[in-house]
């Protein structure tokens, strides 16, 4: 019997502490990578993962592959890897809550991987932009609808950033009903709009007349205009990642003093664990991002932090988190108790039962530590209204310490590669084009 203790012992803590966040740890050297802007190398990166199309897994799988290849200028692959990630959250998200029974004795992690409601919403973000890299202006359009559709169900808290660039769209689509809707619902969701936004809305009531424009009373609205025949680029930064999930384990027996206050029902030594997710801190550097367009300075508005909305939903959701947790204990211990059996039955072999079923209880208890990872932690966005021409820009991010780094190649939408020495890039505007040039840091 010792020695089946000896043995029982060593499993958990091998098991404890040798398989612990190895979803998290595998994917570091694909992090490394994108940092570097090295995403063909990522890409390799990722495929040595191990990571499969597993079913417990399979939307996680795709949703980063998805990210990946939009990063490598893959956007057709990207396409496909998304588009199967949404059907895949459509059906995990409509498929019935059977396996939840199972989990009650093991962990979460025998689940399938469902997604949160930001997954469902990025996996459109990024097929949008690979769409307008391909420059499928109609397809995109589809997943802004899809975009507004998923909205309209899960919107927790406001998505400015999201609404914003939808409106930016429909406007340049002439859909002016809908841009006006969409500019609207970015103006109430910020705490405090963007100077892209509202130089976006000034330019957007001048142009067109739009008398519901009335509706919205800010004196930083007002009549604009931009250059004749002029193009709009929209500038996006993604910067750093969201935060990864850890585990916290709390691992004791139940006290001596609590077996003797209750010697019928706690009188057996009973290992107790329960393992519940959090998250690590962010570990975003950038606090600011500048556009140096033909030697002028303009700072970029924070579009959407991105970090912050997923830490908020897990705050919200940590409640439910926890009483699943406890309730996989008590699961556990019933269990253990049942098998124990009654004092009269007692003997060597229930008593071995016992211990097993408290070693395996332990062993299975794991905090569900999948997300995706890839996710950028920060969204900035800035607009110019440009005449026609070729223009030469630079990005400057800033720290705390102050400039972190100048951007060494980034992504027009255009199907283009936009790069250059020393972090200067080039494009071409045509009058009445949208351009956005996406870069990542």
Known sequence: MSRFKFIS???????????????????????????????????KSYKKTGLKDENKSSLLY??????????????????????????????LYTKSLSGEAAALMTSDKTLPYRGEYYDYLYTNYYKLLNYLSLGKFEDALVEVRRINHKLSLFEQEPEPFLHFITAILYDYNNQTSDAFIEYK????????????LLESLSLF??????????????????KSSAPEDYGTVIFISETGFVPHKIEKRTEAAIPPSYRKKHPKKLKDIYYMTIAVPEYSAPLETVKEVELVLNGEVQKFDLGRDISGMVLKNFQNEEPKIMAKAIARAVTKYITYKSVK??????????????????IIGAVTEQADTRSWLTLPGKIFITRKDLKPGDYNFRLNYLSDNGLSGKT???KALSGKD?????????????????KFIVIRK
Request: net charge neutral; hydrophobic share 35%; glycine share 10%.
């Open 9 to 43: 012992g060593f499993l958990i803590l091998f098991f404890i502490y040798g398989c612990g966040g190895i979803y998290n740890s595998r994917m570091t050297p694909v992090k490394d990578d994108v940092t570097a802007g090295n995403y063909e190398k990522a890409l």
């Open 62 to 91: 795709h949703l980063e592959a998805g990210i990946l290849y939009h990063l490598a200028g893959e956007y057709k692959t990207s396409n496909y890897f998304l588009e199967r990630a949404e059907w895949l959250a459509d059906e």
């Open 205 to 222: 009531c001048s142009e067109t007349n739009f008398a519901r424009c009335s509706e919205i009373k800010d004196s930083r609205i007002k």
């Open 418 to 434: 936009l790069r250059g020495k020393s972090g200067n890039m080039n494009f071409a505007l045509e009058s009445g084009e949208l």
């Open 185 to 196: 619902k970015a103006y109430q969701a910020y705490s405090n709009p963007s100077r892209s």
């Open 341 to 358: 059996g009654k004092e009269s039955d007692k003997s060597a072999l229930r008593n071995l039962l016992g211990t097993s079923v408290n």
């Open 408 to 410: 060494l190649s980034g």
